[in-house]
């Protein structure tokens, strides 16, 4: 999989933002091991119900059927993108469908692109 595949679909993803409360605009493009990308975009709401770009991403392709995932890639920041990583709700999401060598992507600064595991942004996550 070319990255920049994953980087332009974030970016278009990004686009679709619904953000007016904090003008935080986050994209993602999410690459299952059989070679979909499902993109997804963060959906705020006047209240305590706004859903991240990355859970998006995921409920769209789990809803469809998949279940095993490569990578994600993350986009975000007010205006220019900014380093972006998922937060702590969609790392806990993140784990009970992917393994610890999920790969998680994060594109900022329009040049940089940082790599980390799930094991390294959740190295101790809640499990039944
Ligand atoms: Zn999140």
Partial sequence: MDINILIETAKKARENSYSPYSNYKVGCALLTKSGKIFSGCNIENDGIMSICAERVAFTKAISEGEKDFECILVVGGKDE???TSPCGYCRQFMSEFCDKNFEVYMYYDNDK????TLQDLLPDSFSL
């Fill in 81 to 83: 993108l900014q380093y």
């Fill in 113 to 116: 692109i940082d790599k980390k």
